[in-house]
């Protein structure tokens, strides 16, 4: 019968056998919410720690479009939270864009009532569902979840009015939080 050989389960001689650069301690193995890493066996008198992998960045598919900051070409990459676009020249550049940016619905006649600077533009909610907001976001953050309709409240005089369907009606409604008046 063969013989197990108890050597490729102990620690001794194993590759991830290391040393903390802080203290000159061994390195152990730990668990976290993030997953597995290296840390100083001195801990708490040392906080040393090594990550096992790399979090985030893997690179997919180059895009073949110049990065906006600093020219170099953005790429595809695979991150924590999924895929997004970022600069090929990172950690240098640290330009992200979005995969699915909010396409501009936005009507010249619906400016916004709140700032009277930008326009309200259509977007979509995480959940899909559609709703009007400021593009001037974050600096502004007037958003409705109706359509808007061009008028004026009879109540208090807010610039913009709301479309509010149930079943097969349809009524006008104010657009301010505080109002929300139904038009005649």
């Known amino acids: 019968m ?3 050989n108890n050597q490729l389960f102990s620690s001794e001689g194993h590759a991830l056998e290391q040393h903390c650069p802080n203290c000159g301690n061994p390195l152990q193995m730990r668990h976290g919410k993030h997953g597995a890493f290296l840390g100083c066996t001195q801990y708490p008198a040392c906080d040393y720690i090594k990550p096992l992998h790399q979090a985030s960045g893997q690179i997919l598919k180059p895009l073949g479009v110049p990065c906006p900051d ?3 070409e953005l790429v595809l990459r695979q991150g924590r939270y999924g895929m997004f676009i970022g600069c090929s020249s990172y950690p240098e550049c640290h330009y992200i864009g979005s995969m699915d940016e909010p396409e501009d619905h936005s009507v010249e ?10 326009h309200l533009i259509e977007r979509k909610s995480r959940f899909g569902k559609a709703f009007y907001a400021c593009d ?6 007037f958003s409705i979840n109706n359509e808007p309709k061009q008028g004026t409240c009879q109540e208090c005089g807010f610039k913009l009015l709301v479309v509010k369907k149930s079943g097969e009606k349809s009524s006008l409604l104010c657009a ?6 139904k038009q005649q």
Do not use: L, M
């Open 2 to 4: 063969n013989k197990i």
């Open 70 to 72: 600093c020219g170099d």
């Open 109 to 118: 006649s619906f400016s916004c009532p709140e700032c009277n600077k930008g």
């Open 136 to 141: 001037q976001y974050p600096k502004c953050q």
């Open 176 to 181: 301010s939080r505080k109002c929300q008046v």
